[in-house]
């Protein structure tokens, strides 16, 4: 799928890689940007279109669902990390609100729209969904939630005409990963690793150097081919809803 020409919508758009999005969806030519945020938030662009969007309030997802007119591309960034040793629960609770329900309700919200474009989800997750990061267990639990929840989306909207994206990403430059000092790649080669993905039709895309290291192996390993068996199950009338 191009970007030129079409209506993307990215959550958490306020900085970091959101940010980076925006501003690449702009590059390459989208005839609309909706700039999904929990805060008040303008644009010099006059194809920014603004949403007030925190992903885990119901009301504001039902809100921002009804100043779209039509969406192609849906990127669900917005996304919480807090330090933790997995002793309190509130913290758990806070990452799957955010992280695995808030991408999903957003998903659900708009999958109208989606459909009726033939378009796109892209979930943005993370190395640590793959592996736990133990140092945030419970962002870890989160995007692996979310990593397996978009399996799932993948398998059962296919026969659909609605592509499902799977972006694994590495340490990137951002408020979020301020804490480690490690090697991180800036926002900006992130959001073009995104789109570059997304344009070739890659299901799961690896934007970074790091991502990008385990990328074949990946590919190639025995998750990845159990994630095509088990799609298999999915019966016939459900792949086929349209």
Known sequence: MTIKEKAVLVTGANRGIGQALVEEALSRGAKRVYAGTRHPFSHLDGRVTPLMLDVSSVSQIQRAVAEV????VLINNAGVAIFDDLRNLDVIE????VN????????????PLLKRSKGAIVNNLSLAGLAALPVIPSYSISKAAAFNMTQSLRALLAGQGVTVHAVVLGPIDTDMNRGFEIPKASPESAARGIFDGLEKGD?????DPASQSIAESWRNGAVKALERQFAGFVPESV????
């Open 203 to 207: 299901e799961d895309i690896f934007p």
């Open 69 to 72: 007119d039509t969406l192609d």
């Open 94 to 97: 806070r990452h799957l609100a």
């Open 100 to 111: 695995f329900l808030g991408p999903l309700r957003v998903t659900q919200a708009f999958l």
């Open 239 to 242: 792949a086929n809803l349209g």
